[in-house]
């Protein structure tokens, strides 16, 4: 059975280095990768462009690219964004034996421990954890490390003979894109440094996006 693979984050917005996980998860894995984005995401400040907005930067910087695809399904539920939520409901759609993973950055794996019922979502799916240098996963914290016990796996096909609870690092090559460093050059007016896609960068530009103040509430 397939391996049905998820990328979630806010994508506030989607960056070269968003893409380039995306594309060294698709190839190591040989599957589709849905990029997920959160609608009102519970552990960090409110994003500098609305759900619809950061969805459709999504769309316009995956044109053209195959195994990719946007899913939406965050933005039709009230309250927080929990990935516990959004988990349990691609599971129930997906049936108990489906596999199912879950992309995610190391730095935010290691924060796994401070996400909604995250010791559940072991149950729900599998994780792959893209690894750069410098981001590793040594020093995890205490409950963190003692979740991940006996769960890493050796090679992406492990993880299709099971519907769930799996480790995979995905080592990444070193990317400077950082969307942090990224808002913050747009709201200075500076150059982008290549870190978006023309159709992106275009869409920015016109909405005014990242400029400070409020995001729109509009596409």
Known sequence: ????????????????GHLAVARAARDALGTEVAFLPAADPPHRPAPGASAPQRAHMLELAIAGEPGFSVDRREFHRAGPSYTADTLAELRAELGPQAPLAWLVGADA??????????????ELAHFVVAV??????DA???ALAQACAGRWRT???????????GLLR??????????????RRLRAGEPHGGWLAAPVADYIRG????????????V
Request: no cysteine.
């Open 109 to 122: 794996f290691r924060g796994l421990p401070a996400w909604h019922r995250w010791q559940a979502l072991f």
């Open 207 to 218: 909405q005014g996006l990242y400029r400070g103040g409020t995001a729109p509430a509009g």
């Open 1 to 16: 059975m397939a391996l049905a693979l998820i990328y979630g984050g806010t994508f506030d917005p989607v960056h070269a």
């Open 140 to 142: 995890l914290p205490a």
């Open 155 to 165: 090679g992406p096909g492990a993880l299709a003979q099971r519907p769930a609870g």
């Open 132 to 137: 750069r240098p410098g981001h590793g996963l």
């Open 170 to 183: 995905l080592e990444m090559p070193l990317h400077p894109a950082s969307a942090t460093e990224l808002r």
